[in-house]
């Protein structure tokens, strides 16, 4: 079966300190991971990782995929207030096209 | 540009009833999928149509059901609604194709039954 576990479940950080988001996962047909932050409703797309070892970045944020050890992890460095949302990490199956999420990372940024 | 489209915003309905949700996905996306998102929990897929297809369906009952149109909208329908299925409804619209793709998620219905 497959599963997405996601730590840790909940953070509480200061703004301007850096935070790491873990995704573990046993997916099969496995074909690209990708990240997504949730506020109040939609989830908004930040990355799709498809290769290991190839770091995606946009401005604070960054994340890498292993598809050895079946991770991947989401930085976000000089935290800000806006930065407080859930952080969803889904595999894509290539089969059905189905995302398969993670229960997701609450962030909190404290001023 | 307009993103993904959903109506309606929110939606109040009792135990027994049916209902139908609406969707429209990015100009140019011929994939839609549907996911249901319970309070403290991450999406749940329900469906992925392409090209008017049924391309995947998750673990769920056949209550719920759907159908995607000429024009690539699409419609979830949830027959004899129970308490459980009281969520926040997404759609995705997508371009499937030879390589991976991203996923790009409307704003979302809320079902609340009583």
């Known amino acids: 079966e497959d599963k997405v576990v996601q730590s840790p479940l909940s953070l509480v950080v200061h703004e301007g300190d850096t935070v790491t988001l873990n995704c573990s996962y046993e997916v099969t047909n496995f074909r690209s991971l990708l990240w997504y932050k949730q506020e109040k409703k939609a989830p908004t797309f930040l990355f799709m990782l498809?290769?290991?070892?190839i770091e995606k970045k946009s401005g604070r944020l960054s994340s890498i995929l292993d598809k050895k050890e079946l991770f991947s992890i989401l930085n976000i460095t000089a935290t800000q207030t806006g930065d407080s949302a859930i952080y969803l990490c889904a595999p894509l199956s290539s089969n059905t096209g189905k995302l398969i999420f993670g229960q997701g990372t609450t962030l909190q940024v404290k001023p | 540009d307009a993103g993904v489209t959903q109506s309606p915003t929110h939606l109040i309905k009792t135990r027994g009833q049916h209902v139908t949700l609406r969707c429209s996905p990015i100009?140019?996306?011929?994939?839609v999928s549907w996911y249901q998102q319970v309070l403290g929990q991450g999406p749940q897929f329900i469906f992925q149509?392409?090209?008017?297809?049924?391309?995947g369906r998750g673990n769920f009952p056949d209550r719920f059901s759907a159908r995607q149109f000429p024009n690539y909208s699409s419609e979830l329908n949830v027959n004899a609604l129970l308490l459980g299925d009281s969520a926040l409804y997404l759609c995705?619209?997508?371009?499937?194709?030879?390589?991976?793709?991203?996923?790009?998620f409307g704003p979302g219905t809320r079902l609340t039954v009583l």
């Open positions: 498809t290769s290991s070892g």
């Open positions: 100009s140019g996306h011929k994939s």
């Open positions: 995705a619209s997508s371009t499937p194709g030879q390589g991976p793709n991203e996923q790009f």
């Open positions: 149509y392409y090209e008017k297809e049924e391309r």
